[in-house]
């Protein structure tokens, strides 16, 4: 009997291959003519694992590293990869936790409790074992068991924070991976063996260690460690008050809606923002010579709602605050930079009239009246209309805009007369202690919610443009977050399972035969972690207003 055999193309190329055949074995042969490495398949559309067999006549399209749901999955594999060699070198009954916290550099950092010495000597352990277990190109195992026997399973292992996760998840099966003897569960798909993780480092770092991994970019080099050590101080002091709270992964904040005691945290949560907002507030009035208070960061790190609450706090400290729009000094349509692609590029710092802007600035600082220019985004020209403004003993301009800390835009002002706060919305959360929750993943799902209702933006064209603002945003903003003077974490603690429920309908509009559908699904299961939290509780100045509506401020 003859072998059943399927059709299959790829990069225009059709070939037949016996039915059962790995995706896998498959792309290899490919993936060694195109000089690139598969991390998963795209079959007739719809993203499947390496490991996955041939059953019908199909179109794959490989995705490599340098994709960014190719690059997540190596980054989840690897996480795989280093805690098995954790629990391995050090002992299974000597590790009490692992987790992986946030980003550092360009990996991820972790802590372990037990009785393990961390130093050079386990890196060089941990680094060694892990390349044997790369040379050995062995299986990533994955396997569906129902959820109650994944609380019970993750019990056994002691791994608290999944076993509470699975108590609130709706879903009846938990897809389980494993390499070897180690099992444990990844939010999201996986390499298909140890072979693809050959490029990474190991670096100690505060009181863990970072698993340092390639860009999407470069793929097979590993970057230069270059910390920053001002956000990683933030994200300590914003993972610390969840602790205390005990509120640091959703199960326990599943925990904390299921028992009706949300109200009381989004109160603290609140709280304890107006407090951090009060303190710049107070390190900036003691500063007699500072005239501009330049704000800058990501997109929807919540800028416009903190300008606002920060102009109050100001006012509170005596002074007098004057908001400056950077928008209003963009250079006139016809002379904004293009980009590569020839379109104009908004985001780069010349498309701003930095001499312009100086100049108005410096005639402010030194006492003259000064009228605003106001840019009229319809006809794409400045013009003016009386704006006058002149300062005093006792004012402050209050500037937001994503080149306020890059000193080349005020390269006229004095030094001192200019704070410079970074504002992000760096989650705290995490979805348990191996699965973290990327943070521009938060921010994705703000400019989803808040361009939907204010712009009438789908959720498909706001995905769809989210690769050129992270662009932007390396470019133009995160090279310079260091310099700032004082850092903010917009994000709260509670806002994902409130999101939650703007989120979801939006994103179930999008279509399976579109390019963003994939990241549509990624995020809509994310989301499912959650327990959802109707809005009505939350204050009218809070800087997740500014996305889902009901702010009390202009936003």
């Known amino acids: 009997m003859s072998e059943k055999k399927y059709q299959v193309t790829i990069d225009g190329t059709s070939c037949e291959y016996p039915e059962g055949t790995p995706y896998g074995e498959i792309l290899e042969a490919y993936d060694r003519k195109f000089q690139r490495v598969s991390v998963l398949v795209l079959v007739n559309g719809r993203l499947r694992e390496l490991h996955k067999k041939l059953k019908e006549n199909c179109v794959l399209e490989p995705v490599d590293i340098t994709t960014d749901i190719g690059h997540k999955t190596y980054k989840r594999s690897m996480s795989l990869l280093l805690l098995k060699a954790i629990y391995h070198i050090s002992g299974q009954e000597n590790v009490d936790k692992v987790v992986l916290h946030y980003s550092v550099s360009s990996g991820y950092y972790y802590t372990i409790k037990g009785r393990v010495a961390l130093n050079e000597s386990y890196l060089e352990e941990l680094k060694s074992y892990m390349m044997s277990l790369v040379k050995q190109n062995l299986p990533i195992m994955k396997r569906s068991v129902s959820t109650a026997e994944a609380r019970e399973l993750f019990a056994s292992h002691r791994m608290y ?15 389980i991976y494993s390499l070897e003897d180690f099992e444990d569960y990844f939010y999201g798909f996986m390499c298909w063996h140890t072979g693809f993780l050959k490029y990474f480092d190991l670096k100690l770092y505060d009181e863990g260690l970072v698993l340092q991994m390639p860009e999407k970019d470069q793929p097979t080099v590993i970057p230069a460690f270059a910390p920053s050590p001002k956000i990683f101080k933030v994200q300590q002091e914003s993972e610390r008050w969840g602790e205390k709270l005990q509120v640091d992964m959703v199960g326990a904040l599943n925990e904390c809606i299921g028992t009706g005691n949300i109200k009381n945290l989004i109160l603290i949560s609140e709280a304890l923002q107006e407090a951090n907002i009060s303190k710049i507030a107070e390190k900036i009035a003691g500063k007699p010579k500072v005239k501009f208070v330049m704000i800058a960061g990501p997109s929807s790190s919540g800028k416009t709602t903190f300008s606002h609450r920060l102009s109050v706090q100001l006012s509170v400290h005596g002074l007098q605050p004057h908001p400056i729009g950077m928008d209003n000094f963009y250079r006139n349509r016809v002379e904004t930079p293009r980009d590569a692609n020839g379109n104009y590029d908004f985001e780069c710092l010349e498309a701003l009239d930095i001499e312009l802007f100086n100049e108005k600035m410096t005639a402010l600082l030194n006492g003259q009246r000064v009228e605003l220019p106001y840019y009229n985004f319809k006809t794409g020209k400045r013009e003016y209309k009386g704006e006058m403004l002149q300062i005093g003993e006792n004012d402050i301009l209050v500037i937001e805009g994503i080149h306020g800390l890059n000193d080349k ?5 004095p030094a001192e007369s200019k704070f410079k706060v970074y504002i992000s919305a760096l989650t705290q959360l995490n979805i348990d202690e191996h699965n973290r929750i990327p943070t521009t993943d938060g921010r994705l799902i703000r400019r989803i919610v808040r361009d939907n209702r204010t712009r009438g933006t789908s959720a498909q064209e706001t995905i769809a443009m989210w690769a050129s603002v992270r662009r932007g945003e390396d470019n133009n903003i995160f090279p310079f977050q260091e310099e700032a003077d004082v850092m903010f974490n917009s994000a709260l603690i509670y806002e994902l399972a409130v999101l939650k429920l703007y989120a979801e309908p939006i994103l179930f509009q999008i279509a399976e035969d579109t390019p963003e559908y994939q ?21 009218c100045n809070s800087i997740l207003r500014e996305f889902i509506g009901g702010s009390c401020f202009d936003v």
């Open 161 to 175: 924070d999944k076993e509470k996760l699975f108590r609130y998840r709706r879903v009846s099966k938990v897809n």
């Open 519 to 539: 990241e549509a699904k990624r995020l809509l299961k994310f989301l499912d972690y959650f327990v959802g939290v109707p809005s009505e509780g939350i204050l």
């Open 409 to 413: 835009l005020s390269y006229m002002l």
